[in-house]
């Protein structure tokens, strides 16, 4: 009778054990299914539009652009870009500053008329402009354009060619002298070997200049109004009337770039006449808070 190998009867035990196993193993349990989590992707916000004021010209009836300012950042808007020609660049330049709105009313309640005159004899105009500078320079500390807090753009006429310049450096007050040396009132304003002379000329309401510094949204702020048809005036009076009449047609087709047009009523306030500036406040405060639906509709549709 043949033997097995005792070999083999050590591994029976271990296959009979590993036969018990396997036949013991019990169904695995079936794998529950995972809820689908849907992540939703965030909305894509872009960034807040720049906006831009573009203040235009009118004389005493700028006063009308501080009432306008305190409507805007009662409501929260500051603008990013500020450009003034004309009266516009005078409160333009305060703001951009660094002053709010209470503290451009406070030094317009406070101006003394006889700060800004310097009558010039034997000149290209009445006045020479130069406590005008003198004042805007003291105002921002005698900061260049480019210093300011915010960014802040001049608009005024080359007078040998007659076209638009738009100062973004420099010195302040004598871009502003620049943008208001209304013609035959003030001596025109050499600024690097070139003269200048009111940019109510070829840009009344500075919206063009506005786009071109980069702004999304322009608001507008014209203080134009009608000529007081007054017979027998002065020469003044006369002149800005002149003034008035050819700045509203310019005027017009450059308003139709811009987002906002804010019109103050300014009917019955003398261009000439600083002793109105609380009206003139007044009445550009109540054309702010009006327009200010329109404006946060411009702002929600950007974003």
């Given at each position: 009778m043949k033997l097995f190998p005792r070999s083999v009867f050590?591994?029976?035990p271990l296959s009979l054990v590993a036969c018990g196993l396997l036949g013991s193993k019990s169904e695995p349990e079936p794998v529950k299914p995972q809820p689908v989590v849907i992540v939703q992707p965030l909305p894509v916000l872009k960034p807040r539009p720049?906006?831009?004021?573009?203040?235009?010209?009118?004389?005493?009836r700028g006063f009308a652009h501080i009432?306008?300012?305190?409507?805007?950042?009662?409501?929260?808007?500051v603008p990013d870009i500020i450009v003034g020609t004309s009266a516009g660049s005078v409160v333009g330049a305060l703001y951009a500053a660094g002053g709010d709105a209470f503290a451009l009313q406070k030094l317009a309640f406070a101006l003394?008329?006889?700060?800004?005159?310097d009558w010039a004899v034997f000149d290209r105009g009445f006045l020479k402009g130069e406590a005008l500078e003198k004042f805007i320079n003291q105002q921002v500390g005698g900061k260049p354009i480019e210093g300011l807090k915010r960014k802040f753009a001049v608009v005024a006429t080359d007078l040998a060619d007659g076209q638009q310049?738009?100062?973004?450096?420099?010195?302040?007050?004598?871009?502003?002298r620049a943008s208001s040396a209304i013609?035959?009132?003030?001596?025109?304003?050499?600024?690097?070997g070139r003269e200048y002379v009111d940019g109510g000329l070829v840009s009344p309401i500075p919206v063009r200049a506005a786009r071109q510094l980069g702004a999304d949204i322009v608001i507008a702020v014209d203080i134009s109004s009608r000529p007081s048809g007054k017979r027998n005036q002065g020469s003044i009076d006369l002149m800005l009337d002149t003034m008035t009449i050819m700045?509203?047609?310019?005027?017009?087709?450059?308003?139709?770039?811009?987002?906002?047009?804010?019109?103050?009523?300014t009917n019955g306030l003398p261009a000439a006449n600083f002793q109105q500036r609380h009206e003139a406040i007044l009445r550009g405060e109540q054309a702010g808070f009006a327009a200010i639906p329109r404006i946060r509709e411009k702002i929600a549709a950007r974003q």
């Open positions: 050590l591994l029976l720049k906006i831009a004021l573009a203040l235009g010209g009118g004389a005493a009432g306008v300012i305190k409507a805007l950042e009662t409501n929260g808007i003394d008329e006889s700060a800004l005159t310049a738009v100062f973004v450096s420099g010195n302040v007050g004598m871009a502003v013609p035959a009132v003030f001596s025109p304003v050499t600024i690097r700045g509203t047609t310019i005027g017009a087709y450059e308003l139709r770039d811009a987002d906002i047009v804010i019109h103050p009523e």
